[in-house]
C-alpha cells in the first residue's frame, strides 16, 4: 500500500482536489489512517499546496 504522504502527492498531482483538506477527506474514504497527523506539519502542506497550484484543472 502507498504511503499516507506518497497518495496524497499523488492525488494533488492528479488535479482533482482543490485544496489540502479535500485530500485528507479523499485519504480518509479510501481508507488511510492518521491522515491529519501525517498532514500536519507545514513543509507537507507547503508541497501539496504547490503540486494543487501546479496540476489544477481549469
Known sequence: MT????????????GVCLSAEDIRRR??????????????GQSIIRQLRAELAKHRIP
Open 3 to 14: 504511503t499516507t504522504i506518497e497518495r496524497a502527492l499523488e492525488l494533488a498531482r492528479e
Open 27 to 40: 485519504l480518509g474514504r479510501e481508507g488511510y489512517e492518521g491522515v491529519h497527523q501525517h498532514l500536519a
